[in-house]
């Protein structure tokens, strides 16, 4: 034992010294490598050590309820040290009192790993996520989500997953306990403002608890990581929530319509998002990312408009463009023009 305890040492040692080489480095070049490679490998010690925190806080909070808190408290945690490590975060512009809603199914888009930080930057209280049951079996990460209450999901297996998902109904109505999932259900990997499909398995989930679809969107960061062209850099990335969609007087027929007008309502932000004059600095590798934080306490309009104070009062709707009018107030969710209903 002492002798692996040695080695292990000696191993986190070697990657430390291999992190500030490369840090350094980045610092005194301006080719891309550098940085890039800096940044993944503090990426990697920043999720390994937030995992094996999660995992004790987890163990704890199983004698200290609510135990669910635990992932709450790890993602807080990857937050705050991703942004001291590698200077990117992801930032909030507008919606933040949606983060609120309980329980909720919330649901995001899916761009690359560091989506991870994404979900960490926003992750409610009292919430769980979903995840692809083979990370599960991955040391420490694995560990943590299963200590901390995870929803595990058998892809290769539709009856396990109804039953997952049945599972995760019932708890979100005894527990008030809401889920986040990204209904894409892979990485886009996208250099642009693009959603792929939508699975519909979170809004089966939503009908079937009776609770608010939350739909939070990232602007397109292909400026601030670009896997396949090695760039990787410092950044604020923006994001908005938009109003919750009510689902308590559907039943499984509306899913499609529900799937469809959340999908349209989500790539209409995001393409506003990312075309903003903050979103363009984190899509664009042409431009400097920004450094400097968003005015505070934003309007959803405001937000998409790059915070220049294009403000649409009295809660009047505005059109995206898709079909649907989105509400800053969250009071009467989205409004689908043609079909005569709320959802």
């Not at 989506?115 to 919430?127: E, G, K, M, S, T």
């Not at 999901?153 to 809401?178: N, P």
């Not at 792929?196 to 292909?222: D, E």
């Amino acid at each position: 034992m002492p002798t692996l305890l040695s080695l292990l040492l000696q191993l986190l040692a070697l990657y430390l010294l291999l992190s500030m080489l490369l840090l350094a480095l980045s610092l005194l070049t301006t080719h891309p490598l550098p940085s890039f490679l800096y940044r993944l490998l503090a990426s990697y010690l920043a999720l390994l050590l937030c995992a094996t925190y999660g995992v004790l806080a987890s163990l704890a909070l199983l004698i200290l309820p609510p135990h669910r808190s635990a992932q709450w408290a790890t993602a807080r945690a990857f937050k705050h040290s991703m942004a001291v490590l590698t200077g990117i975060t992801f930032e909030v512009l507008s919606g933040q009192q949606h983060l609120g809603a309980r329980p909720a199914v919330f649901v995001g888009n899916h761009q690359t790993a560091l989506d991870v930080l994404f979900l960490a930057a926003i992750f409610p209280r009292h919430c769980s996520v979903t995840a692809k049951q083979s990370l599960k079996r991955v040391p420490f990460l694995g560990w943590f989500m299963a200590l901390s209450g995870t929803v595990f999901i058998d892809r290769a297996d539709r009856a396990t997953a109804l039953r997952a998902f049945a599972g995760a109904a019932t708890e979100m109505r005894e527990q008030r306990q809401s889920v986040f999932i990204f209904p894409e259900g892979t990485r886009s990997n996208a250099e642009e403002a693009k959603l792929l499909p939508f699975k519909k398995g979170a809004f089966h989930l939503a009908i079937q608890a009776g609770v608010p679809i939350v739909p939070v969107v990232a602007g397109c960061y292909w400026g601030v990581l670009g896997m396949r062209e090695r760039r990787f850099r410092a950044g604020r990335i923006p994001v908005v929530v938009l109003p919750p969609i009510p689902t308590a007087h559907l039943t499984p027929a509306d899913v499609e319509d529900l799937t469809r007008q959340t999908r349209d309502a989500m790539l209409d932000a995001l393409v506003r998002l990312t075309n903003s004059p903050r979103g363009r600095h984190a899509a664009n590798p042409a431009l400097k990312p920004l450094t400097t934080p968003a005015p505070p306490f934003l309007s959803l309009e405001e937000a998409l408009a790059g915070g220049e104070g294009n403000s649409v009062g009295g809660g009047e709707g505005k059109s995206t463009g898709v079909g649907t009018s989105v509400r800053d107030d969250g009071a009467d969710g989205l409004r689908q023009h043609g079909h005569g209903k709320e959802i």
